[in-house]
């Protein structure tokens, strides 16, 4: 068994989002973040039952618990390809050179088509991060544009130069 690094900020337990939900979400959504299923990039085939069999819980359990994350946008989950996103993955734990993003381009070219991909997508922003753009791609159900190249002498957009600052609520994983 591979054992990986995966941080939790402490300061999940202040996030408007992950305090409002019951501890079960809670204890979900931390496994779902740290179970021998996930990976690095937050997306990971994972199928009811292997939850069901990990944290011993019966259906109604988990089924409120897991309506309450994907409620909160915490989650998100293609039913058909029994694929998970953890949706804010890569802002707490992102890719941070060229290694790492083969690795998990090479994580991703394993993984089935879904729609998903296109959150994990938006997220990726570094000159280093095209093998998984293309992995991601290749898995993407849909038509995704080629990302923008711009020239130093080009202006940018408004959107292009703002920084995207978190709101408390989107804090959390």
Partial sequence: MTMRYQRIYSQIWYDEKFSALSDDAKLLFIYLLTSPHSNSVGLYVIRMAYIYADLNWNQ?????????LLKSNLILYDDKASLLCVVNQLKHNPIENINQAKAASNIVSQLPKSSLYSVILKQLNKPFHEPLRKALQERFTEQIPEPETKTKTETKTKTETEEIVPHDEDRAR
């Fill in 60 to 68: 109604k359990r988990l089924n409120d618990a897991f309506k309450s």
